[in-house]
Nanobody, 126 residues
């Protein structure tokens, strides 16, 4: 599985960004795709996840109502639309994949995801 993340950048508080994660290397029908983020010196934290087959989603409480995760089956791409961005959203964002049902195991733990893309920096200025 290869994952390629893109779309990060610098934005003012209240603004929006859309991250993309292009996936390749296998069929993903039974996979869950996730987004995590990490600040220097902090643990990597769960942001959102989507089940590839039916589009079911999960969100961290800190982003619920502001971020939307979605997938485009035809393009094998997962998106993270981030609205109403706050300075505390500043981090390196990573996309990840796991071959398990959405709610199985520690579904919001980085350890549950076997494949990772490179990070993309998101910086929100106040």
């Amino acid at each position: 599985v290869q994952l390629q993340a893109s779309g990060g950048g610098l934005v003012q508080a209240g603004g929006s960004l859309r991250l993309s994660c292009a996936a390749s290397g296998r069929t993903f029908s039974n996979y869950v795709m996730g987004w995590f983020r990490q600040d220097p010196g902090k643990e990597r934290e769960f942001v959102a996840a989507v089940a590839w087959n039916d589009g079911s989603t999960l969100y961290a409480n800190s982003v619920k109502g502001r971020f939307t995760i979605s997938r485009d089956n035809a393009k094998n791409t997962v998106y993270l639309q981030m609205n109403s961005l706050k300075p505390e959203d500043t981090a390196v964002y990573y996309c990840a994949a796991r071959g398990a049902p959405l709610y199985s195991g520690h579904y919001d733990s980085p350890a549950a995801f076997a494949s990772w893309g490179q990070g993309t920096q998101v910086t929100v200025s106040s």
